[in-house]
């Protein structure tokens, strides 16, 4: 095999589309060793050498680091190369579950900018979403209960404010108690025995601005209840006692966050 002749490094890019400081890698990790033309020290490639770099490409394809490519040169059976295979395989399937999860991320979150634009400081009627409650802490600021949070979540895809939702209660008097649950959000209405779910089909909604650039250090919870329930009064509504909060973007201005929270209040239904 091979017809004797060889190629610079500048012909490489038209023959093999790599460019010089490719090459110059694959030769740094040793997977070509071109000789040296001893007149003006250019480097020469020959059949072998392009025909490897072809097989490194091959395999580079195939998700293999140059680091494997280099062990498959120095020689392996077919049963160790299918072995890796199925490695590579089931590591590029976890990379594409989690990069289709971060993308229904990024879709809900580009809608939720829609949803602030006509529900801001507006009230309405809607349904909690459907949450499987699968631990609490004490407050949002509790950070000493986060490891709690931190086992309840996979940490490579979820972010923590997406698992908690902020629970009040309250009657005529005003609030009693408030906790942070720790939640799962489910794509189906479907329960399980003994497990603890969210589930309200009627509710008063609102999404309210909150943070230090639109209030500071002041809590608006007093407020943002207050306008909701006076709203819900004007509309013949009974609240339940119990209120949820879910923060849903974070944004910034002067360097300070303007946070948007989702707030239902669940009704008796009609």
Known sequence: MGDGHTYRTSQLSGILGVTRDALRYYEEQGIVNPKQNEVNHY?????????????????????????????????????????????????LEETIRTKQYMLQKIKETKQFCEEVKKHLNQYSIKALPFYEVIGEISDFQSFSEYSVLLEQMDTGKEDMLSKMIRA????????????????????TDLKEKDRCYLEHSECMYTIVEDGRFA????????????????????????????????????????????????????????
């Open 215 to 270: 209030n500071g250090s002041e809590d608006i919870k007093y407020n943002a209840f207050e306008h909701t329930l006076a709203w819900g009064k004007e509309q013949g509504l009974t609240p339940k006692g119990i209120a949820f909060a879910a923060t849903r973007l974070i944004t910034y201005l002067d360097n300070k966050e303007r946070v948007f929270i989702e707030v239902y209040i669940p009704v008796e239904e009609t």
């Open 168 to 187: 009040f209660t309250f009657d005529e008097t005003g609030f009693l108690d408030t906790k942070m649950y720790i939640v799962e959000k489910l794509d």
């Open 43 to 91: 480097r020469q490639y020959d059949y072998y050498d392009i025909y490897t770099l072809m097989v490194a490409d091959f395999y580079k394809k195939r998700n293999l680091s140059i680091k494997e490519v280099k062990n498959l040169q120095a020689g392996s059976q077919i049963v160790e190369l299918e072995a890796l295979l199925e490695n590579k395989a089931n590591e």
